[in-house]
């Protein structure tokens, strides 16, 4: 017996080399395919990728498993796709004018029914040799603006021969006889629906409530709902266990998975998914999976780029297993023969628009948004840039978890010490624990609109800037320039968003929730649906609210100047009381330097008073600009009387009796399409106090989350979600050796009056779109309008994206 254990010793001592150069080079594979993203998050995909269209959602799997089926609903194209699951290879593609989320295989896997989106109907397809070929339709009502909005659905073809649908925007099931194509009954819903699923015995039909911690049983015998069962905040995909006694639901905002019995009818475990215990919002688990043995749950966190993995054996007992590393922001995953499936929404990196406008060929782009029906109509911008992807993994054994966990946390910026110590150096104006004291007592917080940094400051040679995309020089935007030159320039900051929709959550939240980002895109690309943002829809918002609710929790006193607030009116529930009444909203008529006299006179009586709260969050919009609109502001006056507004702020702060204890941050809600060298997401910031260095270049990589931990740590607030906890703070650009040199604005070089002509092409169409509302414009042809409109050309293309991740030593030295 003792040599027997020798031996086997032995032979463990020789298989230990060989296990720890498997995982080396399994790590070594995994480095090697590491992309940066403009959070400063990092991807690294386990397994083999699949090519798929704008933002897949949905992925399903028919019956007799051979065939995946994805329907991609993004900005640009919206398609459905067919898959040889065993070839992992693209068998169809089709062109849907609107579709979202649903999809459900017939019992046969003949038909596959798909939801219309806001046209408001199912489409059925049939299935046959890896083609689809539309066959019928299901009508619920007029298309948008009638509020339907098909999302997920099931169907039973089979006993009660009934298709289930779910809708987002009147709330309702719809429950539809097959056989006559008619609606058979609507049941409310109290909250918008995400998706619905048949029990095995088809006797249930379980609806994941979306905007309520609510999930619904609908008893299809006696055709009512009979059970309501609280779950987590965003209940999203539903899975069952094959004998159907267990159900599993992924809640979004939670972070968070619910295991439901289905015979009690109740929660009996909630799995947390973050990958540190009691993380705030920024998992958002979305997608759940069974392994065929029932054994283990694969949960997609979309925002952590991951799936984690639980044992979920024993029900009530279950425990982590691991993580596995994908694409961005995985939005299902599903289990095939022993492999994992999963959908990454947003692809594998971000860059810029690979079919932007062609600067060799003047007349190219312009022609074709004019009309000319022999050119091919690419409405493509940063909405529809990042082309999903389908990730094939084997189940992995034990070891290979280990070294897949190993690599998520690596590319996971956020930990939970992070929460309360950040990354700076002591004596900083910018604390870096939680709580501690700044010189700093007044925080100017300012959001601008959609411009990138090469349109404004690619002009300044000190910057890492392309002048041929400069739209707006120093000759439009003077005191900007002046504040980069005075201060510090920054030329590595980005957005979080991509479009104002998400981009005014991220900028006030550090977070945008699954919601926001699943539906924007629809919006944008004229499909219908609403904007939801800013406050206009309750399931839009944080969980956790905003930056004002965060300052309520830490006793910071707060007020907004047009943020999330619309001619005095707060959006949000923790602005009642804090928002100045005779503020202007977003309107493009009233002019940013009239905002700034609002503000000044509100400014002066809290002064006065005494009372100048310590946030201050104020909006100077109007470098959103109209085109070349029919007799409107030409884009020059626009972005100069922004420029001239910006500049009379910070010249009448820096000359208040508070300004030894300012500082100011201004920043764009999002880049969107404007062209960059760098990347879609690289945009301008500006940061002016006392206490920041002057005539300095920080080329540190910041982002939307940093400029908010920032604001935080100056005012003792802990982050509000994983992002801005994760984000790099801007300490590198403060110092603690203070210059009290006022700053004195520069007058506009152009009339702030100048109008646009009455008539010509680029006025037609201008004309042709809605300027009441930020981004309801194209992108890519707002963009061409401004560059013909302002150069006379077609816009350069910008090129791939390259982050840099400067080290605080070089920092140092530049600065």
């Excluded at 919601?515 to 309750?538: A, F, I, M, N, V």
């Excluded at 009586?605 to 959103?624: A, C, I, M, S, W």
């Excluded at 002057?694 to 940093?706: F, L, N």
Aim: with cysteine; glycine share 8%.
């Amino acid at each position: 017996m003792k040599k027997m254990k020798i031996v086997l010793l032995a032979l463990c001592l020789l298989t230990l080399p060989a296990l720890i150069f498997a995982q080396h080079k399994m790590v070594q594979e995994l480095e090697s395919r590491k992309t940066g993203l403009p959070n400063g998050w990092t991807l690294t995909p386990a397994g083999s990728q699949l090519q798929l269209g704008d933002l897949p959602l949905n992925l399903v799997i028919s019956h007799d498993k051979k065939m995946a089926a994805v329907t991609n609903n993004g900005q640009s194209t919206q398609t459905i796709e067919l898959i040889d699951v065993a070839r992992q290879k693209k068998t169809d593609s089709i062109v849907i004018a609107k579709s979202w989320y649903g999809l459900a295989f017939s019992s046969k896997d003949d038909l596959l029914y798909v939801s219309g989106g806001h046209d408001n109907m199912i489409k059925i397809y049939s299935v046959a040799k890896g083609k689809l070929s539309l066959k019928d339709s299901i009508v619920l009502g007029k298309a948008w603006p009638n509020k339907i909005g098909i999302a997920g659905l099931d169907v039973d073809d089979k006993v009660r021969k009934e298709l289930y649908v779910v809708t987002r925007e009147d709330k309702q099931l719809y429950v539809i006889d097959l056989e006559n194509k008619t609606v058979r009954s609507k049941t409310a819903l109290g909250a918008e629906g995400y998706t619905c699923k048949l029990s095995p015995d088809l006797k249930q039909l379980y609806i994941s409530v979306w905007g309520a911690k609510k999930l619904l049983v609908w008893n299809t015998a006696a055709q009512k709902i009979v059970k309501e069962i609280p779950v987590g905040s965003h209940p999203n995909e539903i899975t069952y266990s094959k004998n159907g006694k267990w159900l599993y639901v992924a809640n979004a905002d939670d972070n968070s998975v619910s295991i439901i019995s289905t015979a009690e009818e109740k929660v009996v475990e909630t799995l947390n998914a973050a990958l540190y215990p009691n993380a705030p919002s920024g998992s958002t688990s979305n997608g759940v999976a069974l392994s065929e043995d029932g054994k283990t749950l694969y949960i997609a966190n979309a925002d952590n780029n991951c799936l984690a993995v639980f044992d979920v054996s024993n029900p009530g007992k279950s425990f982590s297993k691991g993580f596995i590393p994908v694409g961005w922001y995985p939005t299902n995953v599903k289990l095939v023969n022993k492999k994992i499936l999963v959908t990454n929404g947003k692809g594998l990196s971000s860059r810029a628009n690979p079919y932007g406008p062609n600067p060799t060929d003047k007349k190219e782009k312009v022609d074709h948004h004019l009309g000319d029906e022999n050119k091919p109509k690419e409405i493509q911008y940063i909405a529809g840039l990042f082309k999903g992807t389908l990730s094939f993994i084997d189940q992995p054994a034990a070891d290979v978890l280990s070294v897949y966990s190993q690599a998520v946390y690596r590319n996971t910026p956020y930990s939970k010490d992070k929460e309360l110590n950040a990354e700076g150096e002591a004596g900083n104006p910018v604390p870096m624990k939680v709580g501690d004291p700044s010189p700093i007592k007044y925080v100017f917080y300012v959001i601008k609109e959609n411009r990138t940094y090469d349109q404004v400051l690619g002009d300044i040679g000190q910057g890492n800037g392309d002048p041929k995309l400069c739209l707006f020089g120093e000759k439009i935007t003077p005191n900007q320039h002046k504040i980069v030159k005075d201060f510090v320039l920054l030329d590595n900051f980005y957005v979080d968003a991509e479009v104002s929709a998400d981009g005014h959550n991220w900028s006030m939240g550090a977070y945008a929730t699954d919601y926001l980002e699943k539906t924007w895109p629809s919006s944008y690309g004229g499909r219908g649906g609403s904007y939801g943002g800013e406050g206009e829809r309750e399931i839009a918002n944080n969980k956790d609210g905003f930056i004002w609710d965060n300052a309520k929790r830490h006793n910071v006193t707060y007020r907004s100047y047009g943020e999330f607030a619309d001619n005095g009116k707060a959006k949000v529930k923790s602005l009642e009381g804090h928002v100045a009444k005779n503020y202007s909203g977003y309107d493009l008529g009233i002019a940013d330097t009239t905002r700034f006299r609002q503000w000044k006179t509100d400014f002066d009586e809290l002064l006065k008073q005494g009372k100048v709260p310590q946030l201050t969050t104020l909006r100077f919009g109007n470098d959103h600009t109209e085109g070349m609109r029919a007799g409107k502001k030409t884009p020059y006056a626009h972005v100069a009387d922004n420029d001239l507004a910006v500049g009379m702020f910070i010249d009448y702060i820096s000359k208040s009796p508070i300004w030894k204890e300012c500082a100011v941050f201004i920043l764009e809600d999002d880049a969107q399409n404007g062209p960059d060298h760098i990347d879609a997401h690289r945009s301008t910031a500006y940061v002016i106090s006392p206490f920041v260095k002057r005539k300095q270049v920080d080329h540190t990589m910041y982002s939307t989350s940093g400029v908010l931990r920032t604001i935080e740590l100056i005012l003792g607030m802990k982050p509000m979600t994983q992002f801005d906890a994760a984000a790099t703070p801007m300490w590198r650009l403060f110092t603690n050796k203070p210059d009290y040199t006022a700053f004195t604005y520069l007058p506009a070089n152009v009339d702030l009056n100048e109008r646009n002509p009455e008539t010509g092409k680029l006025a037609v169409l201008s004309s042709k779109f809605d300027w009441s509302k930020e981004d309801a414009v194209p992108d890519l042809i707002f963009n061409e309008i401004l560059w013909q409109g302002l150069k006379g050309e077609s816009a350069p293309t910008p090129t791939r994206a390259a982050f840099l991740k400067v080290s605080a030593k070089k920092d140092k030295d530049d600065n």
